[in-house]
């Protein structure tokens, strides 16, 4: 079964994608989920702390199964995503392409 299509934000660090993911979603009445809080709440420590002990490696196997599963079933209208797309956004994670139109 495909997912309804969502309203993806990817970019870098710092782009502001938490931002925008937040106004759009006031915008449309509906809400935002932003993976980096999904991540720490999984991890159960901030994702600095993650990247400190573990190191990029660590993190970025975490962040590539939190995103999939987000866009498998995406719990909100609108996603806010991260670095992991920076290298794999065209196609390369797996779920990315039901929300592009």
Known sequence: ????PAL????????????AGR???AA????????????????GHPIAEHFAAHGEASFRAV??????????APPG???AL????ELRAFG??????SHVS
């Open 77 to 79: 209208p609108v996603l």
């Open 8 to 19: 993806v934000f990817i970019g870098f660090m710092g782009a502001g994608k938490t931002t």
């Open 23 to 25: 106004a759009a979603a």
């Open 1 to 4: 079964m495909t997912p309804e």
């Open 63 to 72: 962040e590539e199964e939190v995103v999939c599963a987000l866009l498998a």
């Open 28 to 43: 449309l009445g509906a809400t935002a989920v932003d993976a980096d809080d999904v991540i720490e709440e999984r991890l």
């Open 92 to 97: 390369l994670v797996p779920g990315l392409g």
């Open 82 to 85: 991260g670095g992991v797309f």
